[in-house]
C-alpha cells in the first residue's frame, strides 16, 4: 500500500514517516501543498494524510482540487486542536476521516487501516482468501492457522493482494501501489517477488492471467 504524506512541520513528518513505513507502508512526502497536490493528481495512492495548514497552497484547496477532478483517494486530514471548523470545512471538502493534533500513531494507523479497506469494499480488518488469513492489524498471515513467514516487501505484495482478492492486478498497478517514487522500478522485479511468495503460499492461489495480471483467488 503507497501512501502520501503531506506535512510542512519536519519532525511531524518525520516521526509519521517514520511510523508509517514500520507499518510497512511505502510513503512519498511533500512539506508544501504545490507538490502535494501535484503528487496527488499524478500517482495513485491507496490512502493520504494530509495536513490542513501548508506553505504555497492550503490544505483544504489541495483537497477541493483533487475532488473536483475525481481524484476519489481516501484522504485523512490533520487538523489543529480545538478547531471544530476545519473539521466541518475539511468533511465539506471531501475528507474521508480527520485526526486532531497531537495524536498517538496507532490511532493515525488504525483510522488509515479502517479507511484502505473501506475504499475497496472490505468491513473487516482481517482479510480471507481460502485458507489464507491477514489480519491487517498486526500484519500477521496465515494458512490453515500456521504463520507465514513474509519479509517486508513480500508481506506488502499480500496485503496489496488480499485487498484486492478475485480481482485482476496488472504488474504496473502492483509497481505503482509496491514502490515509493524515488524507488528504482522495475516490473521484472514484481515477478520474482511474485515467484517467492507463491512459493510460500498453497499452489494456486496467485493465478497468473496472462497479458494481464495476477488474480489472488480462494480454490474451488
Ligand atoms: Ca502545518
Redesign the pocket.
Known amino acids: 500500500m503507497r501512501i502520501l504524506l503531506i ?3 519536519a519532525m511531524l513528518q518525520k516521526q509519521v514517516l517514520a511510523g508509517l513505513r514500520s507499518a510497512a507502508y511505502v510513503v512519498d512526502t511533500a512539506d508544501n501543498g504545490v507538490d502535494g497536490h501535484h503528487l496527488g493528481d499524478t500517482s495513485p495512492y491507496d490512502a493520504v494524510v494530509l ?1 490542513l ?2 506553505p504555497r497552497l492550503d490544505g483544504l484547496s489541495v483537497l477541493r482540487r483533487w475532488r473536483a477532478v475525481g481524484r476519489d483517494m481516501p484522504v485523512l486530514i490533520l487538523t489543529a486542536r480545538d478547531s471544530w471548523h476545519e473539521k466541518v470545512a475539511g468533511i465539506d471538502a471531501g475528507a474521508d476521516d480527520y485526526l486532531t493534533k497531537p495524536f498517538h500513531m496507532e490511532e493515525l494507523l488504525a483510522r488509515l487501516r479502517a479507511l484502505i479497506r473501506r475504499a475497496v469494499g472490505h468491513a473487516s480488518s482481517e482479510l480471507r482468501c481460502g485458507p489464507l488469513w491477514l489480519d491487517t492489524r498486526n500484519g500477521r498471515a496465515t494458512v490453515d492457522g500456521q504463520a507465514l513467514v513474509l519479509t517486508g516487501h513480500e508481506y506488502r505484495l499480500l496485503a496489496y493482494l488480499m485487498h484486492h482478492r478475485e480481482r485482476v492486478i496488472s504488474r504496473s498497478d502492483l509497481v505503482e501501489h509496491l514502490y515509493a517514487q524515488d524507488f528504482d522500478r522495475d516490473s521484472n522485479t514484481v515477478e520474482v517477488f511474485i515467484g517467492r511468495l507463491r512459493k510460500k503460499l498453497p499452489p494456486g492461489l496467485i493465478e497468473t492471467v496472462r497479458g494481464l495480471g495476477y488474480r489472488l483467488t480462494a480454490p474451488t
Request: proline content about 0%; aromatic content about 0%; cysteine-free.
Open positions: 506535512e510542512d512541520d495536513d495548514g501548508l
